[in-house]
């Protein structure tokens, strides 16, 4: 388990709260206080992460509005570096082939996977060391300049 009190902040895009809650619970059980926002439009989407500092996306693939390839392109195309997990009941070898490619950080297949609590914590593991070492560049350069 991690331990922390920084809060993770978590961005969901899903039309099921029920979904979003399963996977909440398995954050929050790993260690770490959890807010999330969920949503299920596209302007919202845009929205919010434009406003805010996400630790995670979870893109729970049952919504119709927004796709999972649409929601990577419009991250890359501001240059965010957040992590994207993916959680679908049922997704084609191509088009897990096609996010991984774009920039997903992982598939799975269902949000009562086993998997799904290993690939939540790899997730966070890795964007907290990225935090890290930004944090020590950043002082690196100020003690150059």
Not at 135 to 144: D, G, L, P, T
């Amino acid at each position: 388990m991690i331990q922390s009190d920084k809060v993770l902040r978590v961005l969901s895009i899903s039309e099921s709260q029920e979904e979003t809650n399963i996977i909440l619970e398995q954050l929050t059980g790993l260690g770490h206080p959890v807010s999330c926002e969920r949503i299920c439009t596209r302007d919202e989407f845009v929205k919010q992460i434009e406003l805010h500092d996400w630790a995670l996306l979870l893109f729970i693939s049952n919504n119709n509005e927004l796709s999972a390839f649409e929601s990577l392109i419009q991250i890359k195309k501001r240059r965010l570096h957040l992590p994207f997990v993916f959680v679908s009941n049922g997704v084609g070898e191509e088009e897990v082939a096609d996010l991984m490619k774009a920039g997903a950080e992982d598939i799975v297949v269902n949000s009562t996977s086993p998997r799904l609590s290993q690939v939540l914590r790899r997730v966070i593991r890795e964007r907290e060391a990225r935090e890290k070492e930004a944090s020590a560049n950043k002082v690196a350069q100020e003690a150059h300049v």
